[in-house]
């Protein structure tokens, strides 16, 4: 997979090329990966790259011309590559869409800065539009990094058997279960029995109810798109006994009798 990133803070992604797993998946050439700087293509002594909005307004446009340039040199060097402009506007990134890049021949990366991005750059040069977030950034670097950390991550013989992706948060549809190492006891928080047992069967039960369990309590919308296979139904069906139970003792006494009236 190649990763270019057209941007006016190159520097910006040095640091993110050296670390974890992305400088492995490099090392490995499993990736290759670049930050051009659009100033390169701007003219002029002072190589500018915004200027002020037609119509008025505040802040400064990203110019036409520099990110024009930049994208068709980087679409030459990468003819497959997808153009994607990393805006608060564009489709919201997921695990999904992180799959779907994950496919690509190579992706290349449009930072807008300032205020956005003249409208032509959008209609022409542009295969797709992506945010990260219903937030605004100062620029799509950070955003550009997430995208990359994430799709990488993806890409077969990245990741060892023990990080696999497959078992991830979100690649089943719902959160990944709890995790535990040592030591046995922490802070008074013991390791729950069932992970030392050396039980497979049942610590494969155990996790996939706890990704249930964490599953409802705290991204309950993930369900909603999600069709549960039978042995989610079965640990689903016994949570309802199990709190139909509960509030059947507790009515048995009356509200608040349990606890002494309260
Ligand atoms: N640029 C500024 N804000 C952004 C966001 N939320 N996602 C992607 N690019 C951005």
Same mark, same amino acid.
């Given at each position: 997979m190649n990763f270019v990133v057209l941007t006016i803070f190159p520097e910006m992604f040095n640091p993110f090329w050296e670390h974890g797993i992305i400088r492995r998946a490099i090392d490995r050439n499993k $990736?290759?990966?670049?930050? $051009?700087? $659009?100033?390169d293509f701007a003219e002029g002594k002072h190589?500018?790259?915004?200027?002020?909005?037609? #119509?008025?307004?505040? #802040?400064?446009?990203?110019?036409?011309?520099?990110?024009?340039?930049?994208?068709?040199?980087a679409t030459q060097k990468a003819p497959l590559s997808k153009k994607i402009l990393l805006t608060p506007q564009g489709r919201r990134f997921d695990s999904s869409v992180a799959h779907e890049l994950s496919s690509s021949e190579g992706l290349i990366f449009i930072c807008g800065r300032y205020e956005g991005v003249d409208e032509r750059i959008c209609l022409d040069f542009i295969d797709d539009e992506i945010s990260i977030g219903d937030y605004v950034l100062t620029g799509g670097e950070l955003a550009a990094m997430v995208i990359i950390d994430a799709v990488t991550r993806l890409i077969p013989g $990245?990741?060892? #058997?023990?990080?696999?992706?497959?078992?991830?948060?979100f690649s089943g549809g719902i959160l990944e279960y709890?995790?535990?190492t040592r030591p046995r006891s922490f802070e008074g928080h013991d390791v729950p029995e069932i992970l030392l047992s050396g039980?497979?069967?049942k610590i494969e039960n155990w996790r996939l109810e706890t990704s249930l369990i964490r599953t409802?309590?705290?991204?309950?919308?993930l369900f909603e798109n999600r069709a549960l296979s039978k042995q989610e139904i079965e640990i689903l069906k016994k949570w309802c006994v199990d709190i139909e139970r509960i509030i059947h003792n507790q009515s048995l006494y009356g509200p608040g009798a349990l606890s002494g009236g309260q």
């Open positions: $990736i290759r990966v670049s930050a $051009i700087d $659009i100033r190589r500018v790259t915004d200027d002020r909005p037609y #119509g008025g307004g505040c #802040g400064m446009v990203m110019k036409p011309e520099p990110l024009g340039a930049a994208i068709r040199e $990245i990741l060892g #058997g023990r990080e696999s992706a497959e078992k991830d948060s709890a995790q535990y039980d497979h069967k409802f309590l705290k991204r309950p919308d």
